[in-house]
């Protein structure tokens, strides 16, 4: 298995198209289109493992990816990452998990450096998604590795190569999901349904409303490249 999201992808595309071959697994087809080529699934299959697994070629400076981010990111993300209005903070945030309203930021709280590089491939800039090469999503993510203090130099270059050498703060706080392990899945008994709370569930506390994308900002809050319409 390559990656996580390819065999799903292929399934899926197949149902889609209505392959004229139909395999054994494959599905319902509908006769309906055609197969999917090599070079379609490959546009769709962009996902990034944290092991660096479906990275693209490329590298990137901090300095370029500061550049990127002053034209492209700075409008709604400020100009260090801290945010501007209700737009989402990039970086800061150190040691503030534990605290009533932690400040969940690439430096304080995200776990693998491949969420951070597959999120802005393939949604940022905001409003003009997927505009960015692949060199300038290194840079820019090495750019957001300066301002969050996890490199140091400003003559880094983030590339295929050291991507994986790459570990963000948070991320020996983040565990493997191991519900497979548990009974209900492993041997597919029953769920326990006996000596449960005996009164009527009640709520304990409500999540935080985050609000980070703004949907009726003035003109003075909205991004450069457009916003929200």
Same mark, same amino acid.
């Given at each position: ?67 990127? &981010? ?9 100009? &260090? ?35 951070? &590089? ?25 750019? *957001? *590795? ?27 706080? &983040? ?55």
């Amino acid at each position: 298995m390559s990656k996580f999201r390819k065999p799903l992808l292929i399934i899926g595309l197949s149902v889609l198209a209505g392959a004229g071959t139909v395999l054994a697994g494959d599905g319902e087809h509908f006769k309906l289109g055609r197969v999917a080529t090599p070079d379609e699934l490959l546009a769709w299959d962009i996902d990034v493992r944290p092991d660096g697994l479906g990275l693209p070629d490329g590298r990137g400076t901090v300095a370029h990816g500061m550049e990127i &981010f002053d034209e492209n990111c700075a409008s709604c993300h400020g100009d &260090f990452g801290e945010a501007v209005g209700r737009w989402p903070v990039l970086a800061g945030g150190k040691g503030t998990l534990q605290a009533d309203r932690p400040e969940k930021t690439i430096g304080s709280y995200w776990p693998y450096l491949s969420t951070v &590089f597959d999120y802005v491939r393939r949604a940022m800039p905001f409003g003009n998604a997927r505009s960015l090469s692949d060199d300038d999503v290194y840079a820019l993510t090495a750019y *957001l *590795l300066y301002l969050n203090d996890v490199v140091t130099d400003d003559e880094f270059e983030l590339s295929k190569e050291n991507f994986a050498d790459i570990k963000l703060p948070n991320e020996v706080n &983040f565990t493997d999901d191991d519900r497979t392990k548990e009974p209900f899945y492993a041997d597919k008994s029953e769920p326990c349904m006996e000596n449960c709370k005996p009164d009527k569930a009640t709520i304990k506390a409500h999540a935080a409303i985050l609000d980070v994308t703004p949907e009726d900002a003035g003109e003075d809050d909205q991004p450069a490249n457009g916003g929200i319409e």
